[in-house]
């Protein structure tokens, strides 16, 4: 079992930068695939990005794809989402999540994530 908790959300203007971070506790955090899905008002929750177990494979939604970076450090039970170029299409809540999948690649589904933190508010201001 991994607890997940997220920090690093804000309020920036269009064009900026923020990087989240999610901190896992528990066991075995090189075994969990990471994501980061966002919900925003009135919508579904959504894929962003994703690392398989090392952080050698990552995938992203084409939304964010060429401004947002995945990565981790299994050392230091993290992973984090750079998120630069932001727009305010952007806005919404952030959630990291951890789906067991040992030595296996990443994954965008969001059925195959076992745990989740509480979610960051990323707001982007035009």
């Known amino acids: 079992q991994v607890q997940l908790v997220e920090s690093g959300g804000g309020l920036v203007q269009a064009g900026g930068s923020l990087r989240l971070s999610c901190a896992a506790s528990g066991r075995s955090f090189s075994a969990y695939a990471m994501g980061w899905f966002r919900q925003a008002p009135g919508k579904e929750r959504e894929f962003v990005a994703a690392?398989?177990?090392?952080?050698?494979?990552?995938y992203y939604a084409d939304s964010v794809k060429g401004r947002f970076t995945i990565s981790r450090d299994n050392a230091k039970n993290t992973v984090f989402l750079q998120m630069d170029s932001l727009k305010p299409e952007d806005t919404a809540v952030y959630y990291c999540?951890?789906?067991?999948?040992?030595?296996?690649?990443?994954?965008?589904?969001?059925?195959?994530?076992?745990?989740w933190g509480q979610g960051t508010q990323v707001t982007v201001s035009s």
């Open positions: 999540a951890a789906s067991w999948r040992p030595r296996r690649g990443g994954t965008s589904d969001i059925s195959e994530y076992n745990y």
């Open positions: 690392c398989n177990w090392s952080g050698g494979n990552t």
